[in-house]
């Protein structure tokens, strides 16, 4: 920031810690459409993130049409916010774009391997982190979809990607419809390391979790469709419910090969 530059705010570093500090999923939406011009500022704002040699291997792509929000409703797993919000994001990794540019000015081509998808999958997921910044310090709310990865296939195919282009997250964007409690997170000192990594003991694991496990719980057992889940399942704790019930080996096997097939496929896997 400097006084030469005069559309730069004041103090940024604190405009920018309200939405951060104030996030929450958003799962109900108006229907009120977003301004182009504002969906314009937060795809701007969204781009200035940092991207791998500044090659910016992503792409946006801005649903708005019911008629294709209601095709990607099955593959996100029938969550309502693909139909109620009015604006889906997907980002993908993209070498697609940069490849193609390579072939045209006679250069050598290094990115059909999975380090380059990684590469590609965390310019997309920077920027996506952007856009939903710049877009919660607007008053939207959005709600990534993990649905984006776990049926990429599918949800390739509806958006039409060439090779090299793989959807990894998504959100829905939209003026919330709700105002929903902050959910808790892990203590920092859970979460930190000064210098090296320092092994846990089983206790520390324990007390990491040990409000986790309370508030965890005590959510889920609010929404009545979910706590009649947990009780049929036989689940007792916060744990059983994360991995036999929403996140279980099964089904994280069954999205790994598909990603791993829809890698191949999109010829990131030579
Ligand atoms: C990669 C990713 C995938 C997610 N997928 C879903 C999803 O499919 N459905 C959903 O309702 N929330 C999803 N979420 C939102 C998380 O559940 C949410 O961020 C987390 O519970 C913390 O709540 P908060 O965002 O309100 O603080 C996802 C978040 C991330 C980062």
């Known amino acids: 920031m400097t006084a030469s530059n005069p559309t730069l705010p004041e103090k940024p ?12 999923s958003i799962r109900k939406y108006k229907p009120d459409p977003v301004p182009e011009d504002l969906l314009t500022e937060l795809l701007q704002a969204g781009i200035r993130a940092s991207s791998s040699g500044n090659m910016q291997t992503y792409s946006i792509i801005v649903t708005r049409d019911p008629e294709l929000r209601q095709q990607l409703y099955e593959p996100h797993m029938k969550q309502n916010m693909v139909l109620d919000a009015p604006i889906l ?27 380059s998808f990684m590469v590609a999958a965390i310019d997309a997921t920077l920027v996506s982190q952007n856009v939903a910044l710049a877009a919660e310090a607007h008053g939207l709310g959005i709600c990534y979809m993990g649905s984006t990865l776990a049926n990429c296939d599918q949800i390739g ?18 003026y919330p419809a709700e105002d929903p409690a902050l959910r808790d997170r892990l203590p920092l000192h859970g979460l930190v390391h000064q210098e090296t990594y320092t092994a846990y003991t089983d206790d520390q694991i324990l007390e990491i979790f040990r409000q986790r496990d309370i508030d965890g719980w005590n959510r889920y057992m609010r929404f009545p469709r979910m706590r009649q889940w947990i009780e049929q399942s036989g689940a007792e704790n916060l744990a059983q419910v994360y991995s036999q019930l929403k996140y279980t080996r099964e089904s994280h096997q ?7 097939d829809y890698l191949k496929a999109q010829d990131f896997m030579n």
């Not at 570093?13 to 929450?24: A, C, D, K, S, W």
């Not at 940069?98 to 380090?115: P, V």
């Open 254 to 260: 069954e999205f790994s090969q598909t990603v791993l």
């Open 157 to 174: 195919d509806i958006l039409q990607l060439p090779p090299s282009v793989v959807p990894v997250v998504g959100f829905s964007l939209g």
């Open 89 to 115: 994001l997907t980002f993908c990794a993209d070498f697609h774009r940069m490849r193609r540019w390579l072939t045209l000015k006679n250069a050598a081509d290094s990115f059909d391997n999975f380090m």
């Open 13 to 24: 570093t604190v405009t920018i810690l309200e939405p951060m500090l104030n996030h929450r």
